[in-house]
Every structure is written in C-alpha cells, then in structure tokens.
C-alpha cells in the first residue's frame, strides 16, 4: 500500500476538566463568555445577534450571570452559567431571572446536563407560549493532539421549533435574500460615504436590522427593513437611565427636528422609531434614494442622542 498521499490525520481529544481552564464561574467563565468574540460565537449557536448589556445582573437580592439582549428584537437574554453538573437550584433561578427581567430568552450553560433538567427545559419549551424560548447547552473544550483549545457550545434542549428555522444558506427565504442584497449595498454606500464621522458599522448580513455605532455604549442606531411592509425605519437605542429620562422629555423637539413622530417602545430600556423610505424591492437601483434619507436620518438622529448621552 502506498502510504506516500496518505494524509497525517490528528487525534480528537475532549477536556474533561474544564475547571483547570476556567477556575471561577463568575471571575472566569463569564469574563470569558462576556467578551465579544465569544459572545457572537454562542449568538450563532443560537441564532440570535446577542448584544451584551450587563455582568451580574441584580435581580432582587440575586444576580444573573450575563445580561444581554438580542439586537434583531430588542428583547432581553438571560444567560446563567453552571460549570458543574445542572441541579435543580439553577433550574430555580433560571425561572426567577426570566420573570426579573420578562426574558424572551433563558441560556442555562452547565457542565454537564442530567436527564431530569433536560427533560424540564423540554417542558417549559413544549408548555409555555412561543414568547420564551429555554435552552440547555453543556460548554465543552476539545483539543486535536497538541493543539489550543476550543470551545463548543452542545444544545442539548432548545425550543421546539429552534431546529426547524436554522436554515442552510440554500435554504435561505426571499425576505433573507432580499435583505442580504439590501444590507450589501447600504455598506457599500455607507463606506464611500464621507458624510459619516462618529459612526461606525459592522457587516452586512441577512437580518432584519443593521446597527450603526455612534461613538458612546450608551446608545446605539439600527435600522429595520422590513420585506413584508416594503419598507426602512431607523431606531434610537439608549440604554442609560438618565439619558431615556433626558430623551423623553425632549420628545416634542425631536419629532419637530426629525419631522416625524418618532414611535416609543420602552421596558427597562428606550427604543424610539421613525419610518425612513419606502423599499421597492425589484428594482435595487432604486435604493440609492433610500440610502441618502437614511444617511440624513441617521446624521440628525445621532446629533440628538449626543445632547442626552
């Protein structure tokens, strides 16, 4: 036999104790799951665009381990961490930050997930109504022979219908196609723009919203398009107690500044709307005109966030 082309193939290894690489659940883990980076690579896991909002959350006289929220829908993520074997008082404290903080997302992370906790989380996810969604994910590290490394998220319970809309990217929909095309080419202008100091923006993807950064963690831009109404809007999200108190009292001036009445939505957050352009969706040369009202939208809005961030 010819073992000349034979290629050197490695040995796949999994790291039983995790604990030598992440000493601490709250000191260690969470530091470690809270950066970006990492962050993104549970968010894919779990299809969702998690944007972090706080480390031990204080829920009460409790605390959750992150605090995030998706940025697609503005609703709130709950990620609690166990680097054991899952036992029935994180189950417990799961449903308490999810009722804390009205969670539309619950992520239990644990060492190891018993039968029984699985078993629940399928419950809650089978018994609940489609407004949370539970997952129970065990956190591995495997290594090939010498190699760094690496993490793996392994959902071992998700909603009930998590694995149907995980789709392969020829089984992309129209509306996902349409915004990826959509989103392609606002980045394209955007980065010939030079109108556009103090933002900044990531890349384009097939998401229902696209954020631009405005140079404070206090607030954020995103703009929604929406396949089914043909047409764009443009957000304000601001986090900061003390700049949603100074934004809602200058309400009035800013609808007369933006010419439009910009639409409220607020939980423990503030999110103000104002529609931007219709889309027409066949015809892409079209969308310069809609990319020139957002860019305008986007300079007026970020100078009003400056005066209360």
Same mark, same amino acid.
């Given at each position: 036999?010819?073992?000349?082309?034979?290629?050197?193939?490695?040995?796949?290894?999994?790291?039983?104790?995790?604990?030598?690489?992440?000493?601490?659940?709250?000191?260690?883990?969470?530091?470690?799951?809270?950066?970006?980076?990492?962050?993104?690579?549970?968010?894919?896991?779990?299809?969702?665009?998690?944007?972090?909002?706080?480390?031990?959350?204080?829920?009460?006289?409790?605390?959750?381990?992150?605090?995030?929220?998706?940025?697609?829908?503005?609703?709130?993520?709950?990620?609690?961490?166990?680097?054991?074997?899952?036992?029935?008082?994180?189950?417990?404290?799961?449903?308490?930050?999810?009722?804390?903080?009205?969670?539309?997302?619950?992520?239990?992370?644990?060492?190891?997930?018993?039968?029984?906790?699985?078993?629940?989380?399928?419950?809650?996810?089978?018994? *609940?109504?489609?407004? &949370? !969604?539970?997952?129970? %994910?065990? +956190? $591995?590290?495997?290594?090939?022979?010498?190699?760094?490394?690496?993490?793996?998220?392994?959902?071992?319970?998700?909603?009930?219908?998590?694995?149907?809309?995980?789709?392969?990217?020829?089984?992309?929909?129209?509306?996902?196609?349409?915004?990826?095309?959509?989103?392609?080419?606002?980045?394209?202008?955007?980065?010939?723009?030079?109108?556009?100091?103090?933002?900044?923006?990531?890349?384009?993807?097939?998401?229902?919203?696209?954020?631009?950064?405005?140079?404070?963690?206090?607030?954020?831009?995103?703009?929604?398009?929406?396949?089914?109404?043909?047409?764009?809007?443009?957000?304000?999200?601001?986090?900061?107690?003390?700049?949603?108190?100074?934004?809602?009292?200058?309400?009035?001036?800013?609808?007369?500044?933006?010419?439009?009445?910009?639409?409220?939505?607020?939980?423990?957050? *503030?999110?103000?709307? &104002? !529609?931007?352009?219709? %889309?027409? +969706? $066949?015809?892409?040369?079209?969308?310069?005109?809609?990319?020139?009202?957002?860019?305008?939208?986007?300079?007026?809005?970020?100078?009003?966030?400056?005066?209360?961030?």
């Amino acid at each position: 036999m010819n073992t000349r082309n034979k290629p050197k193939l490695g040995k796949l290894e999994r790291i039983k104790d995790i604990r030598s690489v992440w000493g601490n659940e709250a000191r260690d883990f969470s530091r470690w799951l809270a950066e970006e980076e990492n962050l993104n690579d549970l968010g894919k896991v779990l299809g969702l665009d998690l944007e972090l909002i706080h480390t031990e959350e204080k829920i009460g006289e409790f605390r959750a381990d992150l605090f995030a929220r998706d940025s697609e829908s503005g609703k709130a993520v709950i990620i609690e961490n166990q680097l054991e074997e899952s036992n029935h008082k994180h189950l417990g404290q799961i449903l308490t930050y999810a009722a804390g903080k009205d969670a539309s997302t619950v992520v239990w992370i644990v060492k190891h997930a018993r039968q029984e906790h699985a078993k629940a989380i399928e419950w809650l996810n089978s018994h *609940l109504d489609q407004s &949370i !969604d539970f997952f129970l %994910i065990e +956190i $591995e590290l495997w290594k090939i022979d010498n190699s760094p490394l690496a993490p793996n998220f392994n959902v071992v319970e998700g909603p009930n219908a998590w694995g149907k809309n995980k789709k392969s990217p020829s089984e992309k929909s129209d509306a996902e196609e349409f915004r990826l095309e959509f989103w392609s080419d606002f980045y394209e202008y955007l980065q010939s723009n030079d109108r556009l100091k103090g933002f900044s923006w990531g890349r384009p993807s097939n998401r229902l919203n696209f954020q631009l950064r405005v140079g404070t963690m206090k607030a954020h831009l995103f703009f929604t398009a929406s396949y089914q109404k043909k047409e764009l809007s443009i957000s304000m999200y601001i986090k900061n107690n003390d700049s949603i108190n100074r934004a809602l009292q200058n309400l009035d001036s800013w609808n007369c500044t933006l010419q439009s009445n910009l639409s409220v939505s607020k939980d423990k957050n *503030l999110t103000l709307t &104002i !529609d931007v352009a219709e %889309i027409n +969706i $066949e015809n892409p040369e079209s969308w310069t005109v809609v990319f020139d009202k957002a860019v305008e939208s986007a300079i007026k809005m970020r100078s009003l966030l400056m005066t209360v961030v």
